[in-house]
């Protein structure tokens, strides 16, 4: 899938399953921070309108995805929690382009967006098939078809920005540096951990 080099080992699934509470509070905030990327990447590109268009649809897309999040929490009888931090993201970033021109800047926000939309989608499609909560089931099925789409727009904007071939490389090199740092999650009840 999206040609992550590490898989997530299915056992992860009974990791999250264990701690329904954790997983979806973290999730949630993964959510309002993939609205927050979303808008901060149309500070970036304003003068490409149809791009910005599609970013809004994203950002808002996220925000009712934390919505919805927050609804299955409530109907739970929990509560959303604090924000919670996220290592995976956190080495994500220091892999991002420093300096240099501001398309190749650019370029990699948009690999770096896809990347967390790649391992999301993947991490929602082990727990499509490996928790028996038929709720969380389905949720995490039509999550997941929607991370797939978020993943392909910022992969396609990324290609609209530069050199395709290019752009192919480097998301390459994002493969291999996020399957590098994979090797130290799994073992969380987190959506990356």
């Given at each position: 899938m999206f040609r992550l080099k590490l898989l997530t080992d299915p056992r992860w699934a009974n990791i999250a399953e264990g701690n329904l509470e954790e997983i979806l509070t973290d999730h949630a905030w993964c959510e309002q921070k993939a609205a927050t990327n979303a808008i901060g990447l149309i500070t970036m590109v304003p003068e490409y309108t149809e791009m910005v268009t599609e970013l809004?649809?994203?950002?808002?897309?996220?925000?009712d995805?934390?919505?919805?999040v927050h609804e299955i929490i409530k109907k739970r009888g929990g509560v959303l929690g604090r924000t919670r931090?996220?290592?995976?993201?956190n080495d994500l970033?220091?892999?991002?382009?420093?300096?240099?021109k501001r398309e190749d800047?650019?370029?990699?926000?948009?690999?770096?967006?896809?990347m967390i939309e790649a391992r999301s989608c993947e991490r929602f499609k082990v727990?499509?098939?490996?928790?028996?909560?038929?709720?969380?089931?389905?949720?995490?099925?039509?999550?997941?078809?929607s991370e797939a789409n978020h993943y392909t727009a910022f992969i396609g904007f990324a290609r609209q920005l530069g050199d395709p071939e290019t752009v192919n490389k480097r998301w390459e090199e994002w493969l291999e540096y996020e399957a590098s740092i994979m090797k130290s999650y799994g073992n969380k009840e987190t959506i990356h951990g």
């Open positions: 809004l649809a994203i950002a808002q897309e996220e925000l995805h934390f919505n919805q931090k996220d290592d995976y993201v970033v220091k892999f991002l382009v420093r300096g240099g800047q650019i370029i990699d926000k948009m690999l770096f967006a896809a727990l499509t098939e490996n928790i028996k909560d038929e709720e969380l089931k389905k949720f995490y099925h039509d999550l997941m078809v």
